[in-house]
């Protein structure tokens, strides 16, 4: 079955600055690679999703960029903000609805005022 | 309105109790799934339901069992609840082959 590797486990930046989270999977079948945000107390939210024919996708201050060949994928948030801080997953799916997907092991993302 | 939703939002039970967690989603998906994350925040897929197929995550006790009355709803039924239990507990749909998977708030069981 797929195994996403996700780096880091916290990351800590200062406002104003980028953070980069990366994602590698295993499953050469999976073609979707979405990213939620989840905040404390609520559920997974979708902030970003890319597909395998896809290399690269942005929307505003969020993009996340494809790397077929080495199976890797990464987020990057730029100008971070306080509302900016909370964990963030990757996931991988092969698009099969049954397949659900799988996840990484979250980064816990801190702003730094 | 809320797409994904479940209840109750938080579960205190006793150890071998029988418990039920329901989730109803209006989004129109034709697959539904229930997530276990655990203390460490890891996430992982217990089952997925699309009216014609349950697949089941090998590693579930099947003291988990899910009831889909109909294409918008997709309960959890635990029997003989275990310490081991204990977890936040997250529902969600998607339609098959489109991705965007939406999740639930999330149900918090403490088992004592």
């Known amino acids: 079955g797929e195994n996403v590797e996700q780096h880091p486990s916290t990351l800590s930046v200062q406002e104003g600055d980028s953070a980069v989270i990366k994602c590698t999977y295993s499953?050469?079948?999976?073609?979707?690679f979405p990213w939620y945000k989840q905040e404390l107390g609520k559920g997974p939210q979708l902030i970003i999703d890319?597909?395998?024919?896809?290399g690269e996708k942005k929307d505003q201050r969020i993009a996340v960029t494809l790397n077929k060949t080495a199976k890797h994928f990464s987020l990057h948030i730029t100008e971070t903000q306080p509302e900016d801080s909370a964990v963030y997953f990757c996931?991988?799916?092969?698009?099969?609805?049954?397949?659900?997907?799988?996840f990484g092991k979250g980064t816990h993302l801190i702003i730094q005022p | 309105d809320t797409a994904v939703s479940q209840t109750p939002k938080y579960l205190v039970t006793q150890m071998g109790n029988d418990k039920s967690i329901k989730c109803e989603q209006n989004?129109?998906?034709?697959?539904m799934y229930w997530y276990k994350q655990d203390s460490k925040k890891f996430l992982k897929i217990m089952f997925s339901?699309?009216?014609?197929?349950?697949?089941i995550n090998e590693t579930v006790p099947n003291r988990f069992s899910p009831k889909s009355p109909d294409k918008a709803h997709l309960n959890l039924h635990i029997n003989s609840l275990e310490l081991g239990d204990s977890a936040v507990y997250f529902c969600?749909?998607?339609?098959?082959?489109?991705?965007?998977?939406?999740f639930g708030s999330g149900t918090r069981l403490t088992v004592v």
């Open positions: 989004l129109g998906h034709d697959t």
């Open positions: 890319i597909r395998s024919n896809v």
């Open positions: 499953d050469s079948a999976s073609n979707y």
């Open positions: 339901y699309n009216n014609k197929e349950l697949i």
């Open positions: 996931a991988a799916s092969s698009g099969g609805g049954a397949d659900g997907l799988t």
């Open positions: 969600a749909s998607s339609s098959t082959g489109e991705g965007g998977y939406t």
